[in-house]
């Protein structure tokens, strides 16, 4: 027996070493780590318990019958994240290139259908070069197990890419059905077909970072949620959102004790917003006021910065953060917005995380390319995505809420369980010029002075339509209150719904607008 522990232990140390030295400095020279030092990153010491180590594919042509290596590139198993049980895969770069082969897919079969049998959340730790050429028509089946699986977990544990180097072709797909996709700049691309198709089927020429690269993916495509300097920091990150997700959504997130005090005044807000709805502001400095030691995890910061999606704690509970960003571009919706916030509504619905919504919207983007683009379809999207919501969902209105995108933006007309204003609010169908513009067109035409009558006429219609308190006398607002009094009326109103509880009607699953 001792001969045969004796040779176990021996297998083990050549595995966990790796397949050569030369190998694992390449990986270093690239500015990459391993697969397991990645791992070793991800999960607290010592917790991590491998699946499959031993196991080998049984291909054969092309040489591969003479190169059976153990993991056959890619590394399963589970551990945890500051104690709750989390599952990963990591492409091991140094085998085959991460290739993913027949063996190798059936790994990571195991790990997901274990992940989602467990109610546990699965990180993907990718660096790998594709489907495995020598493979044939078996490599590709194996992504087709990948994304079945992707999508039958989707909604039910939270799902986490993080893009450590190439991944292109098919293989691109499975992160985009996940929850989120984390990149590290220069050394991670996404792409469908690389550069040197690019240059022959169009004739233009780009690098791979150019093309797929995390800037990229993080400002201009929208693929990717979060990107960052080096491998280091971004899973350092990963572990915070994964302190901030449920396992599955038959859990609630984790609470954790608060120190910042429930019933803290934020005075300063009465500094950050002004009262004139034509000057901008930060209003991600406003989320910092009101959440939790100012901590918030912004979510796609970098693309569609028109509109800020958050995760917080709020009184010591998760929370969603929807809000407009008068910053960039007025803070008005357009397509790029309405899909950004439409998806993260729904990852908060799905995993039970209540969302709070800011409102200073002035209306839909005007313009023949928003227009022609289908603004009217995505704008559809955030609208469905908060009407199909059955979270607590609390939305306060700081200054301008006007027409459709009032309306969008979890009014209480769409199931808005409270609703909230600051004395500065203006919720109306159109500004008031535009509106007086409208209604008195032939007045202000046959004025002697138009423009004196235009301007009393503005005021009339904001006197009449427009002042602070309308909306509340007639129940469309619950409350007008003191900023400085945000933070407690938030943390006393998510205490009050925390048992919230909604049923969908009976059916096998909606048809969304796409």
């Known amino acids: 027996m001792r001969s045969h522990v004796a040779e176990l232990a021996g297998i083990r140390r ?37 699946v499959e180590q031993l196991r080998r594919h049984r291909a054969t042509g092309f040489g591969l019958e003479a190169r059976k290596p153990y993991t056959d590139g890619v590394i399963t198993g589970w551990g945890t994240v500051e104690g709750r049980t989390v599952f990963v895969y990591a492409h091991d770069f140094r085998i085959f290139g991460g290739a993913l082969g027949e063996a190798h897919a059936t790994k990571i079969h195991k790990i997901m259908d274990m992940a989602i049998a467990a109610g546990a959340p699965l990180v993907s730790l990718n660096d790998g070069a594709g489907a495995r050429i020598q493979e044939g028509v078996t490599a590709l089946a194996g992504y087709g197990g990948i994304f079945r699986r992707n999508t039958r977990a989707s909604g039910v544990i939270p799902q986490i890419s993080v893009m450590l180097g190439p991944c292109a072709g098919g293989a691109a797909y499975s992160p985009a059905l996940t929850d989120f996709v984390f990149m590290v700049r220069e050394t991670s691309q996404m792409f469908i077909t690389g550069p040197d198709v690019v240059k022959a089927v169009t004739g233009e020429e780009i690098t791979q970072n150019g093309l797929g690269g995390a800037d990229v993916h993080a400002e201009t495509s929208g693929v990717c949620h979060f990107a960052y300097d080096d491998e280091e920091t971004c899973i350092q990150e990963v572990r915070y959102l994964l302190s901030l997700l449920p396992q599955n959504n038959r859990e609630n997130p984790p609470a954790v004790p608060c120190d910042d005090p429930h019933d803290r005044r934020c005075d300063t807000l009465a500094d950050l917003v002004p009262a004139d709805g034509n000057r901008p502001y930060d209003m991600a400095e406003v989320i910092k006021e009101i959440v939790d030691d100012g901590e918030l995890l912004e979510v796609h910061e970098h693309w569609a910065r028109n509109i800020i999606c958050a995760l917080a704690r709020v009184g010591g509970q998760v929370v969603g953060v929807v809000a407009n960003q008068p910053r960039v571009l007025a803070g008005v919706l357009d397509i790029e917005a309405s899909e950004k916030a439409a998806r993260f509504v729904q990852m908060c619905d799905a995993f039970s995380i209540p969302i709070v919504t800011l409102l200073d919207v002035p209306g839909f983007l005007p313009g023949v390319d928003q227009e022609h683009g289908g603004i009217i379809r995505h704008g559809a999207k955030l609208l469905y995505a908060y009407c199909n919501a059955t979270v607590p969902r609390i939305s306060l209105i700081l200054r301008k809420a006007y027409g459709g995108a009032y ?72 409350d007008v209150i003191d900023p400085a009094d945000t933070r407690q009326v938030l943390i006393h109103s998510l205490a009050m719904l925390r048992t919230k509880h909604a049923d969908h009607p009976a059916r096998k699953h909606g048809n969304p607008p796409q």
């Open 14 to 50: 050549q595995v966990l070493a790796g397949p050569s030295e030369k190998a694992t400095a390449a990986q270093h020279a690239k500015g990459k780590l391993t697969a397991r030092e990645r791992i070793s990153l991800l999960l607290d010491d010592g917790s991590f318990r491998e």
């Open 407 to 478: 309306i969008v933006m979890d009014s209480q007309s769409i199931g808005a369980d409270l609703t909230y204003a600051w004395p500065t609010n203006e919720i109306a169908v159109m500004g008031a010029e535009g509106a007086a513009n409208v209604i008195f067109r032939r007045r202000i035409a046959e004025a002697e002075d138009p423009e004196a009558t235009r301007a009393e006429l503005v005021k009339e219609y904001k006197a009449e339509l427009m002042h602070p308190y309308y909306a509340a006398e007639r129940g469309l607002v619950d």
